[in-house]
């Protein structure tokens, strides 16, 4: 895509499948056993950051520039190399100025535009069976995902639009407090507003997934006991490892667990307490949620584009002006900051799924849990949740 990937925001979270997987390589491929399955990205984002529109915004914190949504090589063979099926795709408000709404509808206008450009490549994902046929059609499937409520204003009703436009995603709170909640760097942690409960409800009511990403304990511990639906974390860590806000307890972990929700974890710098994220850490957060969940609950959350980012000094410095832009806006987490990455370096680019599957594999993980890590979990959950 010519989007570049906004800071941790994302107008340029747009979902592709790995339906694009391409035939079995040679014995010499070691990744060969794990190409064909079904990987979800519970959280992701695409395009190619190598390319960057020097007028565009790229914390998220901006009124977001309206531009056609596209695909470019690089990208495209990268998504075909790394087996991505479907990806949450975050879209819509997230901060900053500009009417929520008209902002978020104006977004979910491009990527209905997109699926019409290319309907060679891209599906749009409504229900779990949705994700198998993309796979099947080696298409990508896009799940239209809200990092915020923001677009809610004070209007239930927005929900049942939301869902009639095809959103099967949406998180409750970001970062801050909000109409709803409490996010995960509010000070108070006082959980759910009254209007929070009802807008859990009325997700219930629309079948659309309840993601406490970002949530202060008090949210997600009452929202996952409200809903009537299993509910999501969709990318995050384990606080029990680094004891950062945007981890989860194992509290939360257990209780979203076991009410047959889903748990993704990232690929993010909250993963280590010095922020610089390795592989090792992002097994020993799966490894972790699998002993707190269960095997059948857990999966991944990259929270990430498959194309990796060549140039990494040059991405330093743009990265630096990102996280003092979101620090001035007030929605920086403890734990991100100018010398931390937004991603493992030694996990990323097209083979990050597969490589985390030989790494699950050399650490005895049998190859049923490692599917279902990749990708099982999340298409179990969303058979509980979209009908």
Known sequence: MTLDRRSFLGLGAVALAGALAPPLQAAADPYARWRGRIVVNALGSLGN??????????????????????????????????????????????AGPGDPFERTISEIALYDRLLQDRPDIVCKVLRAADIGKAHAGRKVGLIYGFQNTTMLGDKLERV?????????????????????????????????????????????DNRIMVDLSHSGEKTCLEAAGLSRQPISINHTGCRALVDLPRNKTDAELKLVADKGGFVGIYFMPFLNPKGMVTADDVVAHVEHAVKVCGEDAVGIGTDGSVTQVDDLDAYRAVLAREIEERRKAGISAAGEGPHTLPFAVDLRGASQFFELAARLEKRGHSQSRIEKILGGNFLRYANTVWQ
Not at 59 to 72: F, P, T, V, Y
Not at 167 to 195: C, H, S
Request: net charge negative; charged share 25%; with cysteine.
């Open 160 to 204: 049942d639009m939301f869902a009639d436009l095809g959103v099967r995603v949406i998180q409750l709170t970001y970062n801050p407090a909000n109409a709803v909640g409490d996010g995960a760097m509010a000070k108070d942690n006082r959980g759910l507003t009254p209007f929070g409960r009802e807008v859990v409800a009325r997700l219930n």
């Open 49 to 94: 950051p190598n390319i960057r529109d020097p007028d565009a915004d790229t914390s998220g914190i901006a009124e977001s520039k309206r531009k056609r949504l596209s695909i470019d090589a690089r990208e495209l063979d990268d998504l075909r190399a790394s087996g991505l099926t479907a990806v949450n795709c975050t879209l819509g408000h997230v």
